[in-house]
């Protein structure tokens, strides 16, 4: 390596090299004193010698320059460091002045001594004292080349004089050896303060590296020990001492006292600290990369050993504590439903299909239950989401109660559920299960004050009889659960082989309903609505009819729901009531169209719009526009529909209500919306006959809305009885396959035109 340039360093770290060099000039007080003692033996053994007394006045300057010298040296060791080192140039200076002078007392008493008394023996024992002092001048006083170089010309320099001036010209030869011994000493001296300087600032580069090193191990995030291949530790870094609790100023010597260290911090049990002991030591004897994790305390850590050279190991620390509970929640909400804390969809299909495998193996069975709550949804709509949440926690801790502790329950979203029976020989007893279930469910809810009663509708299958995979058997839970609330709610019902050829028929009429739709080949019926007074037609309600080119007259029952599950209904509503309304427009001014309206079309947040729009198109009268909507549209949003109820009146549209008297608060809703028609339930028309109670009730609600100025509509009239019966109560405005049924636009005329009755054409306001 290329030794440092003093000239290319900075004057800061100059300057401390230089403070560091002055230091040793002072740094070796025995070989000092020694000078000092042994210097003045040169005048006076000269004197003893030849008796002149110029060496003792020689030897008194060098006693009073070696007391000078003492007492700077005395000063200099007093000094404080900081201080000595800030005045490093002064001290240096003081430094000289004494040497300087006690080496030049030394040459003059050499050069006296060889002029005056020049005898052998006499020269050569100055000339010995003389090379004696400058060979020890290169080494004693390197930190100052200057000082060295004065003290080599004081020493020498009066020699060499003196031997020029001699008679004898062979003694020039000693001035030369003199003068070639000066310039050897500066070389020297030279070469000694470059390899002082090299050596400190080595030593500077080496101190910063050792203190960068100390302060980088002790700011790293991770915890770090080095060791040997015996096990003995080199480095044990800050941070592995505050990760476990350890005393800062306690050094470990091997990884045994370490561990034993931790062990009594974490108060971890004897076996345990053996056990930590034994896997730390042979994962750091290993001559590949390892990691390990350990439970310390309330912290997870990771050891990563890694080995070095000769067997030496390093092993980093890692406190991946909240990384650990990070990906256990993440776990936790990858398998379990965040709400109800039950098993999700994606580890109850990890189950099922584990446990189907191992029903192929043995031979065994097992059964699924796939529920679904009836009325959540009107919780919902009614009490809101936040009741209902706790409604689908208090359900899920009742089909905890109801299962085995080796059974699963999980929840699928919404509000279905389902639960996996472990696998048994025999058929498992999914039906005492199911019962069970469907009896805890439908026990009362007291919620947030709210007393709350719902149901539940179960579909049961059972593996391999039905399916052999977990997608299929989820299919055939699903289809067995559909069926079971289609045929009424709160029963349990086996999933049976014609429940799959009864979805792919709704698959066909939802994709071929699209179809229709898209192509525009469904039709518009219209029934009429009569006064039974005279016979004469008030409005026509509009009827979706669908004419399919392979199935036939596909009846509203089977594809109006179809609409409503997939959203296709407001796109059908919209397009129903564009159709209305133009074909309206040729119709007797006076006669008015009624439009259902779904709840999701009631709910559009452009629905006011599409109204107008539709109006427009067709230039129809608002007021010919009837709009008909059930209770359960008024009960998803009452403010929401309050709100589009009055912008349809302030358009002109009348409207209707549907189906009333089948709700809850059927009065409450008269009371609150202004509606201008109610239409009495056909399941009141079809009891007239058979109920006195029923024919009270319509009694009753024709003098309410007789009361109310609300126009009253008996839908599904079907017999004279029932039209006499009606008639009885005041109610006159009928519908019904008494009349008429539902008929395509071209057939209308004869209606109007009161040819079928026989009567005249009268509509009714």
């Given at each position: 390596m290329a030794e440092p340039d003093i000239d290319q360093m900075g004057s800061e770290v100059q300057e401390e090299i230089h403070r560091d060099l002055v230091e040793t000039l002072f740094d070796t007080p025995g070989s000092f004193i020694v000078a000092l003692i042994g210097g003045p033996l040169a005048p006076v053994s000269a004197w003893?010698?030849?008796?002149?007394?110029?060496?003792?006045?020689?030897?008194?300057?060098?006693?009073?320059?070696?007391?000078?010298?003492?007492?700077?040296?005395?000063?200099?060791?007093?000094?404080?460091?900081?201080?000595?080192?800030?005045?490093?140039?002064?001290?240096?200076?003081?430094?000289?002045?004494?040497?300087?002078?006690?080496?030049?007392?030394?040459?003059?008493?050499?050069?006296?001594?060889?002029?005056?008394?020049?005898?052998?023996?006499?020269?050569?024992?100055?000339?010995?004292?003389?090379?004696?002092?400058?060979?020890?001048?290169?080494?004693?006083?390197?930190?100052?080349?200057?000082?060295?170089?004065?003290?080599?010309?004081?020493?020498?320099?009066?020699?060499?004089?003196?031997?020029?001036?001699?008679?004898?010209?062979?003694?020039?030869?000693?001035?030369?050896?003199?003068?070639?011994?000066?310039?050897?000493?500066?070389?020297?001296?030279?070469?000694?303060?470059?390899?002082?300087?090299?050596?400190?600032?080595?030593?500077?580069?080496?101190?910063?590296?050792?203190?960068?090193?100390?302060?980088?191990?002790?700011?790293?995030?991770?915890?770090?020990?080095?060791?040997?291949?015996?096990?003995?530790?080199?480095?044990?870094?800050?941070?592995?001492?505050?990760?476990?609790?350890?005393?800062?100023?306690?050094?470990?010597?091997?990884?045994?006292?370490?561990?034993?260290?931790?062990?009594?911090?974490?108060?971890?049990?004897?076996?345990?600290?053996?056990?930590?002991?034994?896997?730390?030591?042979?994962?750091?004897?290993?001559?590949?990369?390892?990691?390990?994790?350990?439970?310390?305390?309330?912290?997870?850590?990771?050891?990563?050993?890694?080995?070095?050279?000769?067997?030496?190991?390093?092993?980093?620390?890692?406190?991946?504590?909240?990384?650990?509970?990070?990906?256990?929640?993440?776990?936790?909400?990858?398998?379990?439903?965040?709400?109800?804390?039950?098993?999700?969809?994606?580890?109850?299909?990890?189950?099922?299909?584990?446990?189907?495998?191992?029903?192929?193996?043995?031979?065994?069975?097992?059964?699924?239950?796939?529920?679904?709550?009836?009325?959540?949804?009107?919780?919902?709509?009614?009490?809101?989401?936040?009741?209902?949440?706790?409604?689908?926690?208090?359900?899920?801790?009742?089909l905890r109660?109801?299962?085995?502790?080796?059974?699963?329950?999980?929840?699928?979203?919404?509000?279905?559920?389902?639960?996996?029976?472990?696998?048994?020989?025999?058929?498992?007893?999914?039906?005492?299960?199911?019962?069970?279930?469907?009896?805890?469910?439908?026990?009362?809810?007291?919620?947030?004050?709210?007393?709350?009663v719902i149901g539940a509708s179960v579909g049961l299958c059972v593996a391999p009889r039905d399916a052999a995979s977990a997608e299929g058997l989820l299919k055939c839970g699903d289809l067995a659960m559909y069926h079971s609330k289609a045929a009424g709610r709160r029963q349990a019902i086996w999933f049976e082989p014609v429940m799959e050829d009864a979805l792919l028929n709704k698959r066909r009429i939802e994709r071929e309903l699209r179809e229709a739709l898209r192509n525009e080949t469904l039709e518009v019926h219209y029934q009429p609505i009569f006064d039974a007074r005279d016979q004469s037609v008030s409005t026509c309600e509009a009827l979706t009819r669908w004419r399919h080119p392979q199935l036939g007259y596909v009846p509203p029952s089977a594809f109006i729901p179809i609409a409503e599950e997939t959203g296709m209904i407001v796109e059908l509503g919209e397009w129903v009531l564009r159709r209305a309304c133009r074909d309206a427009r040729l119709w007797p001014t006076s006669a008015r169209v009624a439009v259902n309206f779904s709840s999701r079309q009631f709910q559009q947040p452009d629905m006011i719009d599409r109204v107008r729009n539709a109006l427009q198109a067709a230039e129809l009268k608002p007021e010919r526009l009837e709009i008909e909507i059930t209770e359960s549209t008024l009960m998803q949003d009452t403010e929401d529909a309050a709100a589009k109820i009055e912008a349809l009146r302030a358009l002109g549209v009348r409207l209707s209500l549907d189906d009333f008297g089948t709700g809850f608060s059927s009065l409450g809703y008269l009371n609150r919306f202004p509606v201008d028609k109610v239409k009495l339930d056909r399941s009141f028309v079809s009891e007239l006959s058979t109920s006195g109670k029923t024919q009270a009730i319509v009694g009753a609600v024709s003098l309410l809305t007789a009361e109310l100025g609300i126009d009253l509509v008996a839908e599904g009239v079907e017999t004279h009885e029932q039209r006499v019966l009606l008639l009885a109560k005041n109610v006159y405005l009928m519908q019904g396959f008494l009349f008429s049924m539902a008929k395509p636009q071209a057939e209308l005329a004869q209606i109007f035109s009161g040819a079928a009755r026989g009567g005249k054409l009268k509509v009714v306001a």
């Open positions: 003893f010698m030849t008796g002149d007394g110029v060496y003792l006045c020689l030897t008194a300057v060098m006693l009073v320059v070696a007391a000078y010298r003492v007492q700077v040296l005395i000063a200099h060791s007093r000094a404080p460091l900081a201080e000595r080192r800030k005045d490093a140039r002064r001290w240096e200076i003081l430094y000289g002045i004494g040497g300087v002078g006690f080496v030049g007392a030394l040459g003059v008493t050499v050069a006296i001594l060889f002029q005056r008394h020049p005898d052998d023996v006499a020269f050569y024992y100055g000339l010995v004292l003389m090379m004696s002092g400058v060979g020890a001048l290169a080494g004693r006083n390197a930190g100052s080349p200057p000082i060295v170089l004065a003290q080599v010309i004081t020493l020498c320099m009066p020699l060499a004089v003196v031997s020029v001036l001699h008679p004898d010209k062979r003694y020039w030869g000693v001035a030369l050896i003199l003068v070639l011994e000066t310039m050897s000493i500066r070389s020297v001296s030279k070469f000694l303060y470059r390899n002082l300087q090299s050596a400190l600032s080595n030593g500077r580069d080496a101190d910063t590296q050792r203190r960068r090193f100390k302060s980088a191990l002790n700011s790293m995030t991770h915890g770090l020990c080095m060791g040997r291949a015996d096990m003995t530790l080199t480095v044990v870094n800050r941070r592995l001492h505050e990760f476990f609790g350890l005393d800062p100023d306690a050094a470990p010597k091997n990884l045994a006292e370490l561990t034993a260290m931790i062990a009594k911090s974490t108060h971890m049990s004897r076996e345990d600290a053996q056990i930590f002991l034994d896997q730390w030591t042979s994962r750091a004897s290993l001559p590949r990369t390892d990691v390990f994790s350990r439970e310390v305390g309330d912290r997870i850590y990771d050891f990563r050993c890694e080995p070095a050279d000769n067997g030496a190991f390093v092993t980093v620390v890692e406190d991946v504590t909240e990384q650990r509970r990070a990906a256990r929640e993440i776990e936790r909400i990858a398998h379990f439903d965040t709400l109800t804390d039950l098993a999700n969809r994606f580890q109850f299909q990890q189950r099922l299909e584990r446990d189907l495998r191992h029903i192929r193996k043995r031979g065994l069975s097992l059964a699924m239950l796939c529920i679904d709550l009836d009325q959540f949804k009107e919780v919902n709509d009614t009490l809101g989401h936040t009741i209902g949440d706790l409604l689908l926690c208090a359900v899920a801790d009742r109660d109801c299962v085995r502790s080796v059974d699963m329950v999980a929840r699928f979203g919404g509000d279905e559920f389902c639960i996996l029976m472990h696998p048994t020989i025999e058929r498992p007893p999914a039906d005492a299960l199911a019962t069970r279930v469907i009896e805890a469910i439908g026990r009362p809810y007291v919620i947030e004050g709210h007393t709350i």
